[in-house]
């Protein structure tokens, strides 16, 4: 036996091992390891095993090596595993007849991923008996099996298959598409010729070409500096002159992508290689070159989305590169993402807003909640106008007034006074310029509706506190919090209202906020006889907050008749010839800003059969002649589909 190349034990050690006699299995019936003033071989196999799992062999009695070689040896050997680190449990140790050799079975677990399956295999670990004290013998082959001085373990990672996006009816809505990858690739132009090529580059695909060529010149030698992804279907770009600059390559790629570069990005996102921000957020979970959400819908359910990698360990030969694996755990897709928007909607949607300049937006729900589309206008450039934007709802807002007033105890029929100018505390309200003179005086509360009378519903305020028109609010399904599942506004109606503020609540200025979501949400609870809560993402319906006092059958029909009487008798006429079911209405315009920047929101809410509709455009002239069209043109896009 050799008994050369001994690292002593630690005084710790000694103390340890002094302490923990205890039988052990021998080879020859009746021997122990340990008798009296003999020392057993328990301690030194476990300090064996607690440094193999830290790493740290400092502490622990080798033979065939210091602690510092085999430290040095151990933490090349696993480094490819990094920051993996085994679990190792010290089975039932054997000693010889002379009580002078002992086996050591060690257990390793490495616990690979946070799933269930983990790679186990067992080493023996071979001690003796030197000088009274157990010292183990080193070797890689008592880490693994496989190793012999020239091996390290590594570790592959096995992508997921990203998961979907889907839509109605399972319709893929973010799924792989096929992409060019256009850039400069410096191996195909002389050094010289690399500034000009960054600048043809950058011009025929319209970016700065100052930032681009600065990217290229700091690129490394052989590197390809990518300028810009395009569709391979769509490109957008002129490939042929592209192909025709000197270094110029386009390379193939597959990425998830929408059907189209508009479709619902706002809300849907886009997924892309990880970011740093994104890598370091990850706690490890996203690695450099990962596909991962970077916005939007994709982003917060990018754990969704991304599914759980697999990973290879493999014993690699460092010389040659030759690998063998030695344990295999497949990747686990990713969860499609389900959302109930509509391609045909939202398109249409999409197609209707393409020319408006101003921020926009149009939101499409069926009466039970489920959200067809959510688009935002190019003049909100990339915001989510549809679901986030905070802004007045004018006289769209009535429709909730009209609920309050009703809650008063008034009728469709009930006769208000509409009054050219109404003043409260000293502050002069009008209806718009081109109010009906033969509408004001005394007329039925539906007339107000119809011919949208600022001063019939102020005048109406005293009939209903602030509080009631909250709780009007909230029936609507506006200014309640819903978890939703995705990033939205429903709205806000202060409570603490009086005189002037009051008197602007009541025809939807003041401090009252929505967004187009929220507006569509009350048509569609005036559609749907219920309060409705929007339903954007999910197989099934969030849980909601039950308003206080729910909508009842009798004030569903009174304002399905009031938003009715906007299309046959008032400001949204232009809807009687739509296709398909009668539509109700309501316009709304709200004037916001001073100044010079005093302008108007234009707005209109819609039902037609299980369909509700917000059309929002931020800066136009009124709800009827700017939103409107704009309604009209949908409506009558999507005729026939719900």
């Known amino acids: 036996m050799q008994r050369?190349?001994?690292?002593?034990?630690?005084?710790?050690?000694?103390?340890?091992?002094?302490?923990?006699?205890?039988?052990?299995?021998?080879?020859?019936?009746?021997?122990?390891?340990?008798?009296?003033?003999?020392?057993?071989?328990?301690?030194?196999?476990?300090?064996?095993?607690?440094?193999?799992?830290?790493?740290?062999?400092?502490?622990?009695?080798?033979?065939?090596?210091?602690?510092?070689?085999?430290?040095?040896?151990?933490?090349?050997?696993?480094?490819?595993?990094?920051?993996?680190?085994?679990?190792?449990?010290v089975g039932q140790i054997t000693v010889d007849d002379k009580g002078e050799a002992a086996e050591a079975p060690l257990a390793f677990t490495w616990d690979v991923d946070d799933g269930d399956q983990d790679w186990t295999y067992s080493t023996t670990a071979h001690l003796d008996l030197v000088e009274d004290e157990w010292v183990a013998q080193w070797s890689l082959s008592v880490v693994s099996p496989d190793l012999v001085p020239g091996l390290v373990l590594a570790t592959h990672r096995v992508a997921a298959e990203r998961a979907n996006v889907?839509?109605?009816?399972?319709?893929?809505?973010?799924?792989p598409r096929p992409v060019l990858r256009l850039g400069v690739d410096k191996t195909r132009v002389d050094a010289a010729g690399q500034p000009e090529a960054a600048r043809q580059v950058a011009e025929l695909l319209g970016l700065d070409p100052g930032p681009y060529?600065?990217?290229?010149?700091?690129?490394?030698?052989?590197?390809f500096v990518e300028a810009l992804v395009v569709r391979t279907e769509n490109p957008g770009v002129d490939l042929v002159a592209f192909a025709g600059i000197a270094g110029a390559l386009s390379v193939e790629d597959v990425i998830p992508l929408s059907p189209s570069r508009r479709f619902a990005r706002p809300i849907l996102g886009a997924a892309g290689p990880a970011t740093a921000e994104i890598i370091e957020a990850s706690d490890g979970a996203v690695v450099a070159g990962d596909t991962a959400g970077l916005s939007g819908l994709q982003l917060q359910y990018d754990a969704q989305l991304r599914g759980r990698p697999g990973l290879a360990i493999v014993v690699l030969r460092e010389d040659t590169g030759d690998?063998?694996?030695?344990?295999?755990?497949?990747?686990?897709?990713?969860?499609?993402?389900?959302?109930?928007?509509?391609?045909?909607?939202?398109?249409?949607?999409?197609?209707?807003?393409?020319?408006?300049?101003?921020?926009?937006?149009?939101?499409?729900l069926r009466s039970s909640g489920e959200v067809l589309a959510a688009a935002s206008g190019s003049g909100g450039e990339g915001y989510s106008t549809a679901t986030l934007g905070t802004y007045a709802p004018g006289s769209s807002f009535k429709v909730v007034g009209s609920l309050a007033?009703?809650?008063?105890?008034?009728?469709?029929?009930?006769?208000?006074?509409?009054?050219?100018?109404?003043?409260?505390?000293?502050?002069?309200?009008?209806?718009?310029?081109?109010?009906?003179?033969?509408?004001?005086?005394?007329?039925?509360?539906?007339?107000?509706?119809?011919?949208?009378?600022?001063?019939?519903?102020?005048?109406?305020?005293?009939?209903?506190?602030?509080?009631?028109?909250?709780?009007?609010a909230a029936t609507?399904?506006?200014?309640?919090?819903?978890?939703?599942?995705?990033?939205?506004?429903?709205?806000?109606?202060?409570?603490?209202?009086?005189?002037?503020?009051?008197?602007?609540?009541?025809?939807?200025?003041?401090?009252?906020?929505?967004?187009?979501?929220?507006?569509?949400?009350?048509?569609?609870?005036?559609?749907?006889?219920?309060?409705?809560?929007?339903?954007?993402?999910?197989?099934?319906?969030?849980?909601?907050?039950?308003?206080?006092?729910?909508?009842?059958?009798?004030?569903?029909?009174?304002?399905?008749?009031?938003?009715r009487g906007v299309v046959t008798?008032?400001?949204?006429?232009?809807?009687?010839?739509?296709?398909?079911?009668?539509?109700?209405?309501?316009?709304?315009?709200?004037?916001?800003?001073?100044?010079?920047?005093?302008?108007?929101?234009?707005?209109?809410?819609?039902?037609?059969?299980?369909?509700?509709?917000?059309?929002?455009?931020?800066?136009?002239e009124y709800g009827s002649t700017t939103a409107g069209p704009l309604l009209e043109q949908f409506l009558t896009a999507t005729a026939g589909m719900v």
């Open 405 to 472: 007033l009703l809650r008063a105890g008034l009728t469709p029929d009930s006769p208000v006074e509409c009054p050219a100018s109404i003043t409260v505390d000293g502050r002069v309200f009008n209806n718009f310029p081109d109010y009906p003179s033969g509408s004001l005086g005394s007329i039925p509360l539906r007339t107000a509706v119809a011919q949208s009378c600022n001063t019939a519903f102020i005048g109406s305020g005293d009939l209903v506190s602030q509080q009631a028109l909250v709780d009007a």
């Open 323 to 364: 690998e063998r694996e030695l344990f295999h755990l497949d990747p686990v897709p990713g969860e499609p993402l389900v959302t109930t928007l509509d391609p045909r909607f939202q398109d249409a949607a999409e197609s209707v807003l393409e020319p408006v300049g101003p921020a926009s937006a149009i939101v499409a």
């Open 4 to 89: 050369h190349n001994t690292a002593r034990p630690t005084a710790r050690l000694r103390a340890r091992a002094a302490a923990a006699c205890i039988a052990v299995v021998v080879t020859s019936v009746g021997v122990t390891a340990c008798g009296p003033g003999r020392p057993d071989p328990d301690t030194a196999a476990q300090a064996l095993a607690d440094g193999i799992s830290s790493g740290d062999l400092a502490d622990v009695p080798l033979s065939g090596s210091t602690p510092t070689a085999a430290g040095a040896q151990l933490a090349a050997a696993i480094a490819g595993l990094d920051p993996l680190r085994p679990a190792i449990v």
């Open 166 to 175: 889907l839509g109605a009816d399972g319709v893929a809505l973010v799924e």
């Open 569 to 620: 008798d008032g400001g949204a006429r232009f809807l009687q010839d739509v296709p398909g079911p009668e539509v109700l209405a309501k316009t709304g315009t709200a004037q916001t800003g001073s100044g010079a920047d005093l302008h108007n929101h234009a707005w209109m809410i819609a039902v037609q059969g299980d369909l509700a509709v917000a059309v929002f455009v931020e800066t136009g």
């Open 213 to 223: 060529a600065e990217r290229v010149a700091a690129a490394g030698v052989r590197a």
């Open 476 to 563: 609507l399904g506006l200014g309640v919090e819903q978890r939703l599942g995705f990033p939205a506004f429903l709205g806000s109606v202060p409570v603490d209202s009086t005189g002037t503020d009051h008197a602007a609540s009541m025809i939807g200025q003041g401090r009252i906020q929505v967004s187009p979501l929220a507006m569509a949400t009350v048509a569609a609870s005036v559609a749907g006889g219920r309060t409705v809560v929007p339903w954007l993402v999910g197989s099934t319906p969030p849980e909601a907050a039950a308003p206080a006092t729910p909508l009842t059958a009798a004030e569903a029909d009174a304002l399905r008749a009031l938003m």
